[in-house]
């Protein structure tokens, strides 16, 4: 059976870098769905279009087209064994969503990390993020930085700051966070799939923390 994998926590608390790597040990898809509209909008397609209005505010993207967009990319051959979910579901109307799609796949929904912070600690991370053009390979000026300022690593292409890592949206991403999101925390709390980790450690902490509770 295949097996998925949900990270909860809020914006910029390192869900994106410890789904890279769980990913990787376990051999799973990596679904990212911030990615997967960035990617949209790079393209210039309609849902990119659509998403950006969004996106640009702070907000939400409406549940149909984020469901639709997951729903495809589940789909493909790479999720047969399984998958990180890393931004997806954000609401308990996505998160019973997915309970459907998964069981057309002969899947379920086995465990859900949820890595917290203070809010001071994920804002420091936001503010300092920088994101590669090309692939979306993330750095971090303090933490993480890139060997040549402004240079991904990995692809050369140039390091950006997303839009809505600047200070006036990350304000109101981390308000709808609390509103919209923090009430998922408690369904999957009841399902008793909900397992908390210390995001505000160093990034090989917590990934051995998140193996050893995927381990068990
Ligand atoms: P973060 O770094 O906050 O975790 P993401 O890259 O996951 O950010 O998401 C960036 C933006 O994309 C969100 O602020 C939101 O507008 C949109 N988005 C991502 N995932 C979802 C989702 N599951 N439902 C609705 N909107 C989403
Ligand atoms: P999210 O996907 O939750 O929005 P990211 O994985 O993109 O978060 O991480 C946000 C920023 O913080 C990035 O710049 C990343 O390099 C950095 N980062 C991630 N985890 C840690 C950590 N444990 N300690 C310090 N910086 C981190």
Redesign the pocket.
Known sequence: MATFIVLL?P????????AKILANAKKLAHISS?DLFREHIKNQTELGKHAKLFIDRGELVPDDVTIGMIRERLSYADCKPGAIL??FPRTPIQAVALEKMLAEFDGQVNIVPYITAPESVVVG??S???TCRLNGH???QM??PPKQVGVCDIDSSELYQRDDDKVETVTIRIRVYLEQTIPLVEYYRKSGKLVELN?A???EQ?SKDLCQVVKN
Do not use: M
Request: glycine share 30%.
């Open positions: 926590g914006p910029g608390v390192g869900k994106g870098t410890q911030g890393d931004g991370r936001i300092g993020r920088w993330v750095y971090h933490f993480n995001g450690q160093a990034v917590v």
